[in-house]
């Protein structure tokens, strides 16, 4: 805070102005101030005895103590709420101004899991997430097994980002087996981060969903989020941290048993397969697959199965899965 004189020569007067720099940190700054600085001229509009000066990501108020108390307050406010929502509409913002509290509590609808980059609601489409939601209240490990786009590893995604925002735990860890069981990376050109990104793009691609791309970065760069194969997770003990091993149906047994003994104290873990998919030369091999069978009554686990009514990806995909399902079972009563 600094104190400067703002001289008033024609009334020979001086008026004594404090002035604080407040930073948007890793918000995006666009977000904040609007099109053509339409939110930052809202935000003017409530604290008119304040100047208010936005540069980049600094903003500079000068005006008297308690005016500019009063502004810090509800700034901080501001930048929590886009912490949590990524976004918010001018009409959003008016409300907030007036009343924070109440409008924070209408934002916090039950079933909202956490807000994408749009500020749109990202919540459970099915019973089955739903079911997978409720599960992650009262249980440290899910295991969550289904066909490809009913939603398993975007729900875990979005159940870590607001654990994350929450505070609940203090870093995101997400895991695949790399390329199939072995993760055999050596034939792949490019340097090792070059190598795994193929592998790892689904998940990029729902982490840049849900925040905004600077930061996603900066958390990646503190190493907040970490995104690593499976083969990394050996040795580490995984304390306050909310870990995802996606794609487990292609971890051998000795790997799924290898990363489920990662849980440190206040870790939540959840695991994501799909069994129709599995990429061992022998199926039977799959940690998946034994995981369930040998962790189905152990209580803190929940084991959740998703089917095809919950596919949420295009129409087509779930008459896909139906007609694979129904060529593997004649294959079966062909067999028997």
């Known amino acids: ?111 909202i899991i956490t807000h994408n980059t749009s500020g749109r609601a990202i919540m459970p489409k099915t019973v089955t997430q739903q079911k997978m939601v409720e599960a992650y209240t009262k249980n440290d490990l899910i295991v969550a097994v289904g066909p490809a786009g009913s939603g398993k590893t975007y729900i875990s995604i979005a159940l870590a980002v607001r654990a994350l925002k929450n505070k609940e735990v203090r870093k995101i860890i997400i895991s695949r087996p790399a390329v199939e069981a072995e993760e055999h990376l050596g034939f792949l050109p490019g340097d090792l981060k070059e190598k795994l990104d193929p592998y790892l793009q689904p998940i990029y691609d729902a982490l840049n969903d849900m925040l905004p791309s600077k930061k996603l970065a900066d958390l990646i760069e503190d190493g907040v989020i970490q995104i690593a194969p499976l083969a990394f997770m050996r040795g580490r003990t995984l304390d306050n941290a909310f870990v995802i091993l996606d794609e487990a149906q292609n971890a051998t047994s000795n790997q799924m048993k290898m ?23 022998n199926k039977q091999n799959s940690g998946l697959y034994r995981a369930i069978k040998i962790l189905r009554d152990v209580e803190g686990i929940s084991i959740v199965e998703y089917n095809k009514d919950d596919i949420s990806r295009h129409k087509l995909v779930k008459q896909i899965v139906e007609a694979y399902e129904k060529e593997n079972q004649e294959k079966e009563n062909k067999i028997l």
């Not at 208010?52 to 509800?74: C, P, T, Y």
């Not at 501001?78 to 913002?93: C, H, P, Q």
């Open 259 to 281: 990363f489920l003994t990662r849980m440190g104290e206040n870790a939540k873990f959840i695991v994501t397969g799909d069994l129709t998919q599995i990429d061992l030369p």
């Open 1 to 111: 805070m600094f104190l400067f004189l703002d001289f008033k020569n024609t009334y020979n007067y001086a008026i004594f102005m404090l002035e604080k720099i407040l930073y948007l940190d890793s918000i995006n700054p666009i977000e904040f101030y609007g099109v053509n600085d339409s939110k930052l001229n809202i935000i003017n509009r409530h604290f008119p005895k304040l100047k208010i000066i936005a540069r980049g990501n600094e903003i500079k108020v000068l005006g008297d103590d308690a005016e500019i108390l009063s502004f810090e307050n509800k700034f901080d406010q501001l930048k929590e709420f886009l912490n949590k929502f990524n976004s918010f509409s001018e009409n959003k913002l008016e409300k907030l101004l007036s009343n924070y509290s109440q409008e924070l509590k209408s934002s916090e609808n039950q079933n």
